[in-house]
């Protein structure tokens, strides 16, 4: 009886904050009302969360637990414990209930629980500060509200919680031995959440097709916890998806890229191949336009809004993909694939990671090489997301950003106004092109990103408009002020233009992956490759290699795009979407999620519909040797070139 009394506010607090965690659980459903439309997904919803939640609990409890049979009953020092037990409690409580009130405008915004994004953000405590107060303010103010409205709840709660405790009588050594024992073993049942060989995960308790249902089971602080652990186990894809020899993940990555054996792979470098290039003459210069957050559903010649007549008049004008896709849904996803041609991974992209800071392929990397001056230009701070860094130690030669920009018009959270930004884009390329080398320049938007902001006065203005709809508009108008410009300067009759989206606006859906949401715009002016709408279904890996055979290099590279200037017997795209992976080969699909077996589903791209399908071995295991191909690639430093001759001279 001495040892129950003894833990009874753990008991009572357990009961509260399960409660507390249920009970919003709930709530949050109740929104999703339209998406959980029976009963038995609110129950298993309901009863899987409570597991996560009790296992959140045992281990955030573990240690005050065993503590607690010394310390409490030591009646010198037990009042001492409590005072630190009672602020311990509240610290959880309170970071639960921050979590919770924070997860409605993170699903506003990705459609599901915070995770490594809401992790990742938090390294750029300026930029994201300010973007919360300009376009999220009553985000933060409903967050603050209700972890204060919670909280005072909570404190006359923990009143009753702690009541009448004092003081207690000391266990004896084996009442302390025993109940130390029990603890352990419930602890760490609790902890594990099930009997069986591994502990509970969010593969665990996941049941449905829907991503947003299946983070509905966990609770917010639970799903940034094991989002911060994943970030240790990021090199090595195949702890989520499922083992694969090297052997046979190189030969199915390079038979899809159409990479022949007789070719100039290396056991350094495996993927690494030599295309005959579709453009013969004087080198190019290469500047690519890099489109913040512009899903195709807002461009008007692709079907979605009519809020583009620019980029329209451009996709009609020039070479333009149709049926382009992302490969994720973060910026950093988008300047991987364009300029890298990286597969995408569970990881974060190659752009923050650390092995990845020098001597990763980009094709920047192969046009310094060929004598090409390199540059970055970006309206923000280029530290943001690692850029600076990553672009410096592979092939980027100069970087321009928002301190270079002289008085610019208009300044917002992320800087300079995207008219700005092609304002003095049009002085840097003049200057290079003033120069005896070809150039090539990636250019950054980024004024169609939360919270918004754009100069008065530019654009008309309609009534009922939302600030998304407004910036894309704003976008748009001063990139065909750009290109219009660029037309009358000397340099456009010898450069190509790339202008491509990095990702969508808001990738959500209730697929395990929602293919449609990584639909983009694509379209390539002023090349020698006739004008056309190209209606095949591509990925954005393609381009960059595309890219080069537009130019005429000849250079060999470990990138696994095709050139899109050929005709190809398949069609074949892939993405990352949180932690599932797709790979997608003409309509059919295959969906893999963490510690669950490969889904088979078949993609009517009219409807925009997956139907499940019989299983596909063969495509199942492209799927996995390309979702493992990054993790190898990355930690054994196998996506590289030869260094050049000017780089064996330099060192």
């Known amino acids: 009886m001495k040892a129950i009394k003894l833990f009874r506010p753990f008991a009572a607090y357990t009961l509260s904050v399960l409660f507390f965690l249920a009970a919003w659980r709930c709530l949050l459903m109740l929104w999703q009302q339209e998406i959980i439309t029976n009963i038995g997904d609110f129950l298993a919803v309901l009863i899987n969360g409570i597991r996560i939640d009790i296992s959140s609990l045992a281990y955030l409890l573990a240690i005050p637990l065993l503590l607690h049979c010394v310390v409490a009953t030591n009646v010198k020092i037990n009042k001492y414990w409590f005072i630190f037990l009672k602020a311990y409690f509240l610290l959880i409580f309170v970071l639960f209930a921050f979590f919770e009130f924070a997860t409605v405008e993170f699903i506003v915004q990705y459609s599901t629980r915070p995770n490594r994004l809401f992790i990742e953000y938090l390294s750029f405590p300026k930029e994201v500060f300010g973007m919360l107060l300009e376009g999220h303010l009553f985000a933060m103010i409903f967050t603050l509200v209700g972890v204060l409205v919670s909280t005072i709840i909570y404190l006359k709660i923990q009143k009753v919680i702690f009541a009448k405790i004092l003081p207690i009588v000391e266990l004896k050594l084996h009442a302390k031995l025993l109940t130390s024992i029990a603890i352990i073993m419930l602890t760490i049942l609790a902890a594990r959440g099930t009997v069986g060989h591994r502990p509970i995960n969010p593969s665990l308790v996941y049941f449905s097709n829907d991503p947003l249902i299946n983070s509905l089971t966990l609770n917010s602080m639970y799903s940034v916890a094991f989002a911060l652990k994943q970030f240790g186990d990021e090199k ?11 052997e046979n993940i190189f030969r199915l990555v390079k038979k899809s890229t159409l990479i022949a054996d007789n ?30 957050s512009l899903g195709a559903k807002h461009v008007g010649a692709l079907g979605g809004q009519r809020l583009t007549p620019n980029l329209d008049k451009l996709i009609n004008e020039g070479w333009a993909f149709n049926q382009m896709y992302a490969t994720g849904t973060r910026s950093v996803r988008g300047i991987e694939a364009v300029i890298t041609g990286f597969t995408p991974t569970p990881s974060r992209s190659v752009v923050k990671l650390d092995k990845s800071q020098r001597n990763f392929y980009t094709i920047a990397q192969t046009l310094k090489n060929n004598g090409y001056a390199t540059q970055f230009i ?127 606006s808001r990738t959500i859906g209730h697929d395990l992956v929602p293919l449609n949401a990584f639909h983009i715009p694509a379209v390539i002016l002023n090349s020698s490759f006739p004008n056309k709408r190209d209606n095949r279904v591509v990925s954005q890996i393609d381009l960059p290699v ?27 795209i892939m993405m990352q979407y949180h932690e599932n992976f797709a790979y997608v080969e003409d309509k059919k699909v295959t969906i893999l999620q963490p510690n669950k077996k ?41 996506y590289t070139v030869p260094p050049s001759k000017i780089e064996r001279e330099e060192n």
């Not at 894809?237 to 694969?244: C, D, L």
């Not at 470098?269 to 210069?285: E, H, S, W």
């Open 236 to 246: 090595n894809a195949a702890k989520m998806y499922g083992n694969m020899s090297e």
């Open 263 to 292: 070719n100039i792979s290396t056991i350094q470098i495996p993927t690494l191949v030599k295309r005959a290039p579709y453009f013969k003459g004087k080198p190019k210069n290469l500047v690519i336009v890099l489109e913040e």
């Open 546 to 572: 595309t890219m080069l055979s537009l130019l005429g290099i000849k250079d060999a590279t470990p990138m696994l795009g095709r050139d899109l200037s050929n005709e190809y017997s398949n069609e074949r």
């Open 598 to 638: 490969a889904t088979y589903w078949s993609w009517d791209i009219i409807s925009k519909t997956l139907s499940p399908t019989k299983s596909l071995p063969e495509l199942g295991e492209k799927a996995l040797a390309h979702a493992l191909f990054g993790s190898i690639a990355y930690d054994r430093r196998l």
């Open 378 to 504: 970006y309206g923000g701070e280029s530290h943001f997301d690692n850029m600076k860094s990553f672009f410096l130690g592979n092939g980027f030669t100069d970087i321009v950003d928002f301190d270079d920009i002289d008085s610019p018009e208009f300044v917002g959270s992320w800087g300079a106004s995207d008219g700005d930004l092609f304002s003095h884009s049009i002085k840097e390329l003049n200057t290079l092109d003033k120069k005896d080398s070809p150039f090539f320049s990636l250019i950054f938007t980024s004024s169609n990103h939360t919270p918004f902001e754009i100069p008065a006065n530019k654009i008309p203005i309609i009534e009922d408009e939302s600030g998304r709809e407004k910036a894309i508009r704003y976008a748009d108008f001063t990139l065909g002020k750009f290109i219009n410009e660029a037309k009358q300067q000397p340099f456009w009759e010898d450069t190509v233009f790339l202008i491509v989206a990095d990702h969508d």
